[in-house]
């Protein structure tokens, strides 16, 4: 008898302390019910945990210091039963700490090694420190987002959690399946501005094909079009559209008695800046609530702009329960839905070394019983 990570449900992670899409990946991976032991610095023992850091919920903590020989000792033990590991370090810090992929698969040669940079880890950039507005920025993401005088930064979500950590989840499934039929492991590399490259996919694609301009707010998807666009309404919010299809079109002409030619030719993209001139006058003469009346739950493709804490209160939410309340405040649920093995919040954040007795306890358990065995 050895001592296995994935006491739940078969899988087990550790994950090495970051910020940003390292815990976001271990927090999906946590949720759908792998057991994740979180590797904190020793020195943060005494620290209390976060409540609000939902990126941190459902894993278990020991801290450990790297560069002590002993506390390595135990990283390996916990690398060597574990199915997958997570590191979101600059290029070479874990091999300076001798937990390098070549020093793992030593103790366990199934492992599938995550690595989470921001540049990858080779080429010029590499060594270089960034964040997520660095490494879209590159990309052409940022380029392509905003208005014409200047790009929006759409908060961290296409670089550290679309770009990263959704993608690194992604990959060490992927490998993890893999690993079944051929009993190795492999490096899954997640460079940021990468995946931030293959989320404009699209985009590269009608760009080369001629569809698409490098002018902001000129585009079918970026303001350009009025049928695809944001507006304000006479109290100071804002409503979307987003009717591209003809038919989905349509609807919303007559809902809003659009009779006037001027909107007869959807894709005239020479009308689209008039067109958008009085969609705007139009959404000003009501209150977003009375818009929502009119057009909300029909194919007119429409949706009103709501805060975080609206958003937590919508019906639709509220029937799917896509919020989960617990651990003192309402946070994102667990996605995807599952029809046989549904994903679950599985804890609060701990504080570092939370769990340092119980996993040293089980650990050393499971070695005298295999001493006996």
């Known amino acids: 008898m050895t001592w296995q990570l994935g006491r739940y449900e078969g899988f087990g992670f550790i994950e090495f302390a970051g910020i940003g899409p390292g815990p976001f990946c271990a927090m999906l ?5 792998a057991d994740i032991i979180r590797v904190d610095r020793k020195d943060l023992v005494g620290t209390e945990a976060d409540a609000g850091d939902v990126l941190a919920r ?44 070549e020093d793992c698969w030593k103790v366990n040669p199934k492992l599938i090694y995550g690595r989470m940079t921001g540049w990858g880890q080779n080429g010029p950039l590499a060594a270089s420190a960034g964040h997520d507005l660095n490494y879209i920025a590159l990309s052409g993401a940022l380029h392509s987002i905003g208005v014409k005088e200047k790009p929006s930064i759409p908060l ?3 670089g550290d959690f679309g770009g990263g950590a959704l993608y690194l989840a992604f990959g060490l499934c992927a490998a993890l399946l893999e690993a079944q039929h051929s009993q190795k492991g492999q490096v899954v590399d997640m460079a940021m501005c990468d995946g931030a490259v293959s989320l404009m996919s699209m985009f590269f694609g009608w760009h080369a094909a001629g569809k698409w301009t490098e002018l902001r707010g000129s585009n079918l998807l970026d303001g350009g079009a009025p049928f695809y666009n944001v507006y304000e309404t006479s109290d100071g919010l804002f409503v979307t559209i987003a009717a591209i299809e003809p038919k989905f079109y349509n609807v919303l002409r007559s809902l809003l008695q659009l009779d006037d030619p001027l909107f007869d ?24 609530q009375e818009w929502c009346d009119l057009l909300e739950a029909t194919d007119a493709c429409f949706a009103p702009v709501l805060s975080m804490q609206e958003a937590q209160n919508h019906p639709h939410y509220r029937h799917n329960q896509t919020f ?17 093995t549904p994903g679950a919040v599985q804890g609060p954040p701990v504080a570092p070394g939370s769990h340092n007795r119980e996993i040293l306890d089980e650990m050393a358990s499971s070695e005298s019983h295999s001493i006996k065995d």
């Open 324 to 340: 989960f309340n617990g651990h003192s405040f309402t946070q994102p649920g667990v996605v995807p839905s599952f029809s046989r």
């Open 156 to 158: 961290n979500l296409i």
């Open 29 to 33: 991976l946590a949720d759908l019910g």
């Open 265 to 288: 030719d959807q894709f005239d993209q020479q009308k689209w800046p008039e067109q958008k001139l009085k969609l705007a006058e139009l959404f000003q003469q009501r209150t977003r």
């Open 58 to 101: 459902g894993r278990r903590s020991i801290a450990l210091d790297l560069k002590d020989e002993k506390d390595k000792s135990v990283a390996l033990s916990l690398v060597a039963s574990a199915h997958g590991l997570i590191e979101g370090f600059r290029p070479g810090v874990m091999e300076r700490l001798g937990l390098a992929p």
